[in-house]
């Protein structure tokens, strides 16, 4: 699917520069400029006549804030049992980001934009957009019908968001919750606890400080450790670890979530 797209930004050179990159990738990463904006009014018009895929959107705007304009976005489709369009915020500040976690965006870019950071968020957001399920009529005005997208992590000392589709798994250690993709570990706030309750059609408690991503879970194994307290003998004890894609790391299976994590992988 090639992606329709739509800048809004109050600041003409802003605009231009994001024209400028996106005629940049096109060859690489093809999408359609549909329209652009000044203003939010401005911009829930020109979205509602071209119905865009994807809008760039900055955080801060005379009037209404691109805050505040994409959670009117988001509303206003589930309201029309649509789908409201991605949105990728493009500011000069990166103190923004929770909030804009809070309004279902699917990227976070701070200025000034590099043209392949640019074309990476609109590959993946072309590649969620084509994928996505159908939100149904029944559903879309239900509470949590556009359930959250990324996790909210800290990485040198600036805040950036990890779409969920990445993550393998969670894990509690300490004070902190670490989350593990493909190529990376961060540190979240966020408890086990509270994940599970929000995603757990996503991830599924395979231990008491471990949830893994459903899609992620490849398969399990049987393995025999030492028991290493104090005056135990040193005979092996089996135990089963998941095994995970795009990983090497095993966690372990507790005992009563074993016949639940053996069902996922029949």
Not at 24 to 35: E, R
Not at 144 to 166: D, I, K, N, T, Y
Not at 228 to 246: A, F, M, N, T, Y
């Amino acid at each position: 699917m090639i992606p329709r797209i739509f800048i809004v930004d109050d600041e003409a050179p802003a605009r231009a520069r994001l024209i400028t990159l996106l005629s940049d990738i096109v060859a690489d990463c093809p999408h359609y400029l549909v329209g652009e904006a000044a203003h939010a009014q401005d911009a829930l018009e020109g979205i509602a006549a071209t119905a865009p895929d994807l809008v760039l959107l900055d955080v801060q705007m005379p009037g209404m804030s691109g805050l505040q304009l994409a959670d009117q976005l988001v509303n206003q489709r589930a309201a029309d049992a649509g789908e409201p369009p991605l949105i990728i915020f493009v500011t000069a500040y990166d103190d923004y980001a929770l909030s804009a976690f809070d309004v279902q965006a699917f990227d976070y870019l701070v200025k000034p934009v590099r043209a392949s950071r640019l074309a990476q968020a609109i590959t993946r957001a072309s590649r969620l957009r084509q994928s996505a399920p159908v939100i149904e009529p029944s559903t879309a005005n239900s509470p949590g019908a556009l359930p959250r997208q990324h996790f909210a992590v800290q990485e040198r000392g600036r805040m950036s968001l990890v779409p969920m589709g990445e993550v393998l798994y969670l894990k509690a250690e300490l004070k902190y919750v670490t989350l593990r993709t493909k190529h990376k570990e961060y540190l979240i706030e966020d408890s086990l606890v509270s994940i599970e309750e929000e995603l757990a059609k996503h991830f599924v408690r395979v231990h008491r400080n471990a949830l893994v991503a459903r899609n992620a879970i490849t398969g399990v194994e049987r393995v025999a450790q030492i028991q290493d307290s104090e005056g135990d003998s040193d005979k092996p004890q089996e135990i089963w670890q998941v095994i995970l894609r795009d990983t090497d790391h095993r966690l372990p299976i507790s005992r009563r979530q074993l016949a639940e994590i053996k069902a996922l992988v029949r």
